[in-house]
């Protein structure tokens, strides 16, 4: 048996929310940064599959993914956020989940009646951030790298046309 998503206004009526057809699963969802950390990606999975087990959550799979936060590609996440068969995703922080946009991503979630659950809103260690503000900068050195190399491609072809077209 489910419950019942309600709010009441401050006159006191009780406003029943929509509810969301999918199935009330949660997903456990745990990341590290790098292999380096493959035990701690091991432990924070079980740690939020445990919590999930404790809360009576029927858990519909537990995905474990190694990768930056900042990292905007990342595959597993990527097949968990479309798909459907269920309510909830469960961090045991925000920041396994992504280092920037959190909010976002819960606004998304809301408005199509899932939910994010983190257990520990706590930040967490210093040696993961570092490792995922060092994969920022590489990121971004990669981009600029690439801008460049793409720049150059493009005024090449600029160049086999004009030719082209003098012949």
């Known amino acids: 048996m489910g419950l019942i998503k309600c709010e009441q206004l401050p006159t006191g009526t009780v406003i029943v929310l929509p509810q969301s057809d999918r199935p009330d699963k949660a997903i456990v969802y745990a990341r590290v940064s790098s292999s380096e950390n493959r035990n701690n990606l091991e432990s924070q999975a079980k740690r939020v599959t ?31 956020l479309r798909r459907k068969d269920y309510s909830k995703i469960v961090v045991e922080h ?8 959190f909010n976002y991503i819960k606004i998304l979630f809301e408005e199509s009646g899932m ?39 493009t005024e090449q072809l600029l160049k086999e046309l004009q030719i082209e077209k003098k012949s």
């Open 115 to 153: 939910e994010i659950e983190v257990i520990n809103e706590a930040q967490n260690d210093k040696d993961d951030l570092m490792q995922d503000f060092v994969s920022i900068i590489t990121s971004f050195c990669a981009r600029l790298y690439g801008l460049r190399r793409s720049r150059r491609k």
């Open 50 to 80: 445990d919590y999930c087990v404790v809360r009576g959550y029927k858990i519909a799979d537990v995905i474990k993914e190694i990768g930056s936060g900042v990292n905007d590609n990342r595959k597993l996440l990527e097949k968990i």
């Open 94 to 101: 925000k920041d396994r989940l992504t280092r920037f946009g």
